[in-house]
C-alpha cells in the first residue's frame, strides 16, 4: 500500500496501576490501519487488546497511562495532544462502538437524543437538520421506524437494536476510522451476523478503516482483511487473514486455531444407542410476574411442553440462543427450578413428584457442572471441602471424604495439595476442573453441563471439553449439555436438541443436524456460525499442534 | 394509561397501610400496661371511677375486642381521633391547629436539606479525592453524628444568646401586632434556627448519599459512550451524570420524610414551635394518650402522602419504571 | 490469621476509621473504668449548682443540682454504649432470621414478610420509637425494645436481598443438587457470604440507635434511674444560657462517640467489600 496509513500506532505502551500482577498492559505494540481495511486485533484475555483500543481513543481507565510510544491519526500523535483537542477528535475523526450494548446507553435519554448529540457537539446544524440527520442514520443502520423509534428510551430496544444506536452515534459524523471493542460478544448468533454484515457494509461504502478487537477467531474469519494476534501486551504476529488463520507462523497463533472446535460432528460414541436414563415428558415453566388488582401480570412461556430423552453413555446436546429456556429445562430436569407440569423419569421414579428424602437420594446420580467459574464455588469454604461436599452429605465420614477429595483432584489434573486452598487462588480453568471434581465425587449417573466453558478463553475451554470427554468415557456418564456454542456442540454431542423459545425446534444426530438440518430455524442458527467457511479448511493438520498446558 | 394503573395501585396500598397504622394504634392502647380506660383519660385528675365507667361505655371498651376495633376505625374515618381531657379539646382540632407550622418548618428543612445535600455531594464528587472534597466529607460526617437537640441548644447559645441576631423560640413575636409583609418577615426570622438545626443533619446524609451515587455513576459504560462521541466534560457531567445520580438520592429523599417529622419532635421542643412535634412533647408530659396516637396516625399519613407523591414524580421522570412492579 | 492481617491492611489505609478506632476504644475504656476514676453517684450533689468547668474540683463544672457534669458523662457512656449495643443486637438478630427466611424460601412467605417490613418502614420511626416509649413506660427494657422494633426492618431487607442473589448463585446449587439440608446451605453457604454488609449495617446501626436513646431521653422518655447523656442535656436545657457547658459537654460525647462508630463502620466497609470502597479518600 502506497498511501500513507491512516493510523499508525507505533512502540504504544501502557502501564497499570503500582501494586497489580504485571506492570505494562500494553508492551511497545506496533500497527497500521489503513483506509479501507479491517485490521483484526485478536487475543484471549487479559491480553491487552482492549486497552490498546481505550489508548487510542484517549479513554483509558483511571489509574491506568500510555507510558510511550505514538498512536498518529493522519500524521497527528493523538498521544500528545491537549484533551481538548481529543476530545474534538472523538467522534468526528474516530468512532467507537462497546461490547455491552445494555448498559453502554443512557438509560434516561430518548435514543434520538443521544445521537443527535454527536451532531450538536461537532457540528453547526439547526434542531431540524439534525434531527432529519438522525433519522437517515438509523434508517442507514436499519433500525424498523426510525421516526417513531428515535422517542424510544433504550430499555425497550433490544440488544441489537440498542448495538445498532451504538453504530449510528460512531458513524454520525463519518469518521475516517471507527474502533469496534467486541460488539458482538454480549449478542446472540443470529443478530452477531447481522452486526458483522452491517459494519462490514458501511465500512467498504465508506471506504473506512475499522480497528475490531476480538477474542473469536470465527469473527475474525467473518470480517477481517488483516490480523494481529496478542498475547501478553505483545503483538506475536500479524499479517493477511487468509495467512495468519490457514498458515500461522508463531506458535501462539497455532496453538489458538487449534483449539477453536472445528464445525465437523464428532464420531458417535458407541453406547448411544443405549437404554433410557432419563425421561422428560410434556415439561412446562411459565414465569408469571406478580399482579396486583391493576396490573395485568407478564407471563413468559420458558419452557414448553418439552420432551427428551436421555440414553446412558450418550451426549444430548441442548442448542439455543439466550432466553431459549435451555438453562431453564436444565435446571427443571433435577427440580433446581419447580416445574409446572410434566414428570422426569429417572431409575423408575418420577423426579418431579418424588418426596423431599427420595429426591436428595436420586439428585445425587444427576450432578451438575455450572458456566460461571467465579460463582460456581463458595468462596469462603476451602476446596477440599467444596469436593467433599457430596460425600458429607452422604455422611460419610471426614477422612475418608477428604481422601476421595484429593483422588478426585488428581483425576480432574489439579495438584492434589490443592483441597487446602481457596477457589480465589486458583484460575477459571482450574476453577472448571474443580467444579467437576465435585460433581463427580458422588459417582452421579448423569451429569447436566450449563454452559461449562462459555466463560473460558479458548484454549482453556479445549482442555475442559477434552476433560468432560475423558471422565465421561471412564465413568459411562450420561451428559446433558447445554451450550449456545454449535462448534462446541458438534465437538462434545452425539445428539443435539435445538430449542427456540422454550420449544425444542428439532432433535437428532449431531450428524445430521449439521449436514441435513431439517427445521428453518436450525439453518439460520448454523448459517450463523461465525467464519463457516473458513472452518471447512481449517488447518487439516491442526492435530500436529500441542495445546499448551494451563499453567 | 399504565401509568394511571400505577397511581392507582400506589394509592390503594397507601389506603391499606394506613388502615394498618390505625390498627396498630388500637392495639397500642390495648396494650399499654393497665386500665385502658385510664390510658384515654390520661392523667387528667380524671380517673375518679365514676369517669372511667363513662369512658368504657363511650368505646365500648366492656364489648368484645373486634368489635372495639370496628367502632375505633369508624371513629377515625369520620376523623373523630378522641378527645384530651387534659386540654379539653378534641383531638382532631388540636391537631388541624399545630400541622401548619410543622409542615412549615419540615418542609423549608426537606428543599433546603435537600438543594443543599445535593449541591454539596455533587462538588464533593467533582472533587473526588482533593481538599475541598476532604472538607465537604468531614462537614458532613459532623453533622451527621450530631443530635439535632444539640445543634438547636448550641445556635441558641451562638445567633441568639451570644450575637442576638435570632429570635430563640416561638413561631412568632409576642405582645407585637404585625400585619402583612412584617409578619411573614417576623415569622421568617423565628423560623431560620429551627428549619437551619433540622436542615443540617439531614443535609449531611443527602450530601453523602450524592457524592456515593455520583462517583458510581460517573464509572458507568454510558458515561465512557458519551466521551467517545466527544461530549466535553461540563456536558457530560449535566447531561449524563446529573440526572442519574440524583434519581436516586431524590427518590430516598422523599421516602425517608418520616425522619424529618420525627425530628421536628425534638427541634419543636427546642425551639418552642407550636406544631405537631411540639404538640406531642406536651402529650408525652401530660401522657395524653390520645393526643400523642392522634400525632403518630398524622405524621405517618403525611409519611404516606409523601411517598405517593415520590412515586408519582418518579414515574413521571424514570421512562424505566416498571409499571406496578 | 492472613485473612485477619489482610483485613487489617485494608482497614488501616482508611485513616478516618482508624481514628474512629482509637476514640471508640478510648469512650469504651472510659465506660468500663470510667466509675472507678469518678466513683460518685452521678445523682448526688458534688459541690455548689452552676460551678463554671475547667476548675479542681469540678472539671467540667457543675449543674442547676450542683451535680458534677463530668461524673455524669462518665457513667453516661456505660448507658448509652449499652443501649446502642443490645438494641442493634435484637435488631440486628429478628433482622437476620426474618430476612433469612424470607431470602431463601422467597414465594409467599417472602410476600408477607416484606409487606410487613414495607409497612414498618412506612412509619415514621422516631415518632413510633416516642410512642411505644411513653405508652409502655420509660425504662431501659422499653427503650432498647422500641429502637429495636423501629430497626429490624432494615436488617431484614438487607439480609433478605443478600438471600435472594446468593440463593440463585451456582455454589448454593450445587449445594442443593449434592443434597444437602436447608440448614447446612443457610449457615454454611449462605450467611458467611453475607455477613459483612450486616457487619457494617450494624455498625452505623448502633450509631443510629444511640442517637435515638439521646434523644428519647432529651424529652424525658430516658431510664428514670440511669444518669444518661441525652438527659442532661434536656435537663439543664432551660438554662443554657446561664450554664452552656451543663449542654455543651454532654453533646460532645455523644457527637464523639457516633462519629467514631460511623469511621469504624465506614472502615469496615472499605476492608471488607474491597471492590466498593470508595476512592478519593
Known sequence: ????????????????????????????????????????????????????????????????????????????????????????????????????????????????????????????????????????????????????????????????????????????????????????????????????????????????????????????????????????????????????????????????????????????????????ALVARGLTKTYRSAGGIFVRRRVVEAVKSVDLTIRQGETLGVVGESGSGKSTLGRLLIRLLPADGGSVSFQGTDLLAAAPGRLRALRRDVQMVFQDPYASLNPRRRVGAIVADGLLAQGRPRAEAFARARELMGLVGLDPAGVDRYPHEFSGGQRQRIGIARALAVEPKLLIADEPVSALDVSVQAQVLELLNDVRRRFDLAMLFITHDLRVAAQVCDRIAVMRRGEIVETGPTAEIFGAPQHAYTRELLDAVPGRAWSAGQLANDALYTIPRES | ME?????????????????????????????????????????????????????????????????????????????????????????????????????????????????????LGVMAARRAGRWSDSAITVVALFFYATPLFWVGLMGVLLFSVTLGWLPAFGMGSVGVKLGGVERVIDVGRHLVLPALTLTLFHMAVYARMTRASMLEVRDQDFVRTARAKGVGEGEILRRHVLRNAILPVVTIAGMKAGYLLGGSIVVETVFAWPGIGRLAYEAVLQRDYNVLLGVFLVTSALVIAVNLATDVIYSLVDPRIELGA | MAALRDFWRRYRRNKGAVVGLVVLASILLV??????????????????????????????????????????????????????????LAAVGVGICVGAVAGYFGGRVDDLIMRLTEFFQTIPSFVFAVVLVAIFTPGIGSIVTAIAVVSWPAVARLVRGEFLTLRTREFVQASVVLGRSARHIIFVEILPNAISPIIVSASLMVATAILVESSLSFLGLGDPNMMSWGYMIGASRSVVRLAWWTSFFPGLAIVLTVLALNLVGEGLSDALNPRLSREGR
Not at chain 1, 49 to 61: C, E, H, Q
Not at chain 1, 87 to 106: H, K, S, W, Y
Not at chain 1, 156 to 174: D, E, F, N
Open chain 1, 1 to 276: 500500500m502506497e498511501t500513507p496509513p491512516l493510523l499508525a500506532v507505533r512502540d504504544l505502551r501502557v502501564a497499570l496501576p503500582a501494586g497489580g500482577d504485571r506492570v505494562d498492559a500494553v508492551d511497545g505494540i506496533g500497527f497500521e490501519v489503513h483506509a479501507g481495511e479491517i485490521l483484526c486485533i485478536v487475543g484471549e484475555s487479559g491480553s491487552g487488546k482492549s486497552l490498546t483500543a481505550a489508548a487510542i481513543m484517549g479513554l483509558l481507565p483511571r489509574g491506568v497511562r500510555a507510558t510511550g510510544g505514538s498512536i498518529a491519526l493522519g500524521g497527528v500523535d493523538l498521544l500528545r495532544l491537549p484533551e481538548d483537542e481529543m476530545r474534538r477528535r472523538r467522534g468526528r475523526d474516530v468512532g467507537m462502538i462497546f461490547q455491552e450494548p445494555m448498559t453502554a446507553l443512557n438509560p434516561l435519554m430518548r435514543v434520538g437524543d443521544q445521537i443527535d448529540e454527536v451532531l450538536r457537539v461537532h457540528t453547526g446544524l439547526d434542531e431540524a437538520g439534525r434531527r432529519a440527520r438522525v433519522v437517515e442514520l438509523m434508517a442507514q443502520v436499519n433500525l424498523p421506524d426510525p421516526d417513531q423509534l428515535r422517542l424510544a428510551f433504550p430499555f425497550r430496544l433490544s440488544g441489537g437494536q440498542r448495538q445498532r444506536v451504538m453504530i449510528a452515534m460512531a458513524l454520525a459524523l463519518g469518521p475516517s476510522l471507527l474502533i469496534a471493542d467486541e460488539p458482538t460478544t454480549a449478542l446472540d448468533v443470529t443478530t452477531q451476523k447481522q452486526i458483522l454484515a452491517l459494519v462490514k457494509a458501511i465500512q467498504s461504502a465508506r471506504g473506512m478503516g475499522v480497528l475490531f478487537i476480538t477474542h473469536d477467531f470465527g469473527v475474525v474469519a467473518e470480517i477481517a482483511d488483516r490480523v494481529a494476534v496478542m498475547q501478553h501486551g505483545r503483538i506475536v504476529e500479524v499479517g493477511p487473514v487468509d495467512q495468519v488463520l490457514n498458515r500461522p507462523v508463531h506458535a501462539y497463533t497455532r496453538s489458538l486455531i487449534a483449539a477453536v472446535p472445528r464445525l465437523e460432528p464428532r464420531a458417535p460414541s458407541a453406547a448411544a444407542a443405549g437404554l433410557p
Open chain 2, 3 to 119: 401509568r394511571l394503573e400505577f397511581i392507582a395501585q400506589r394509592t390503594l396500598k397507601g389506603i391499606v397501610v394506613l388502615l394498618g397504622i390505625v390498627v396498630l394504634n388500637f392495639l397500642l392502647i390495648r396494650l399499654a400496661p393497665g386500665d385502658p380506660a385510664a390510658v384515654m383519660a390520661g392523667e387528667a385528675g380524671a380517673s375518679d371511677e365514676l369517669f372511667l365507667q363513662q369512658l368504657r361505655q363511650q368505646f365500648g371498651l366492656d364489648r368484645p375486642l373486634l368489635e372495639q376495633l370496628w367502632a375505633y376505625v369508624a371513629n377515625i374515618l369520620s376523623f373523630d381521633f378522641g378527645f384530651s381531657y387534659r386540654q379539653q379539646r378534641p383531638v382532631v382540632d388540636l391537631l388541624a391547629e399545630r400541622l401548619p407550622p410543622t409542615l412549615l418548618l419540615t418542609g423549608t428543612a426537606f428543599v433546603l436539606s435537600l438543594a443543599a445535600g445535593v449541591t
Open chain 3, 31 to 88: 465506660a468500663a473504668f470510667g466509675p472507678v476514676i469518678y466513683p460518685g453517684n452521678p445523682w448526688d450533689m458534688a459541690g455548689a449548682p452552676f460551678q463554671s468547668p475547667f476548675g479542681a474540683e469540678n472539671p467540667l463544672g457543675t449543674d442547676t443540682l450542683g451535680r458534677d457534669v463530668a461524673t455524669g458523662i462518665v457513667h453516661g457512656a456505660r448507658v448509652s454504649l449499652l443501649i446502642g449495643f443490645v438494641a442493634t
